[in-house]
């Protein structure tokens, strides 16, 4: 059974900090690409940084330079280390898997990031 355990929202403030964390079980995870994705209220899923699986990073436009993606395939565990967070960012965050030989995904049922003063 794949599971995807997401961890780590929370309420902040702007300009503040958080470290998501998403725990994959079931699934060989250096066969994944992997990605965080977010949906504000009212607004569609968007992508906001992916890795593959051999670790190459990438980032939506409104994250660049404040984001950054890592993955620990000892702890079969994806990180998305967010800095200088701002109001826009509060969203669900869900973790995505991907799997590179048949394009399968699999979801994670989201945490929620607030960020306010």
């Known amino acids: 059974q794949v599971q995807l355990v997401e961890s780590g929202g929370g309420l902040v403030q702007p300009g503040g900090s958080l470290r998501l964390s998403c725990a994959a079980s079931?699934?060989?995870?250096?066969?994944?690409?992997m990605a965080w994705y977010r949906q504000a209220a009212g607004n569609q899923r968007e992508l906001v940084a992916s890795?593959?699986?051999?670790?190459?990073?990438n980032y939506a436009n409104s994250v660049k330079g404040r984001f950054t993606i890592s993955r620990d395939t000892a702890k079969n565990t994806v990180y998305l280390q967010m800095n200088s967070l701002k109001p826009e960012d509060t969203a669900v965050y869900y973790c995505?898997?991907?799997?590179?030989?048949?394009?399968?995904?699999?979801w994670g049922q989201g945490t929620q990031v607030t960020v306010s003063s």
């Open positions: 995505n898997a991907d799997y590179i030989f048949n394009g399968r995904i699999y």
């Open positions: 079931g699934i060989i995870f250096s066969s994944y690409n």
């Open positions: 890795i593959s699986s051999y670790g190459i990073p």
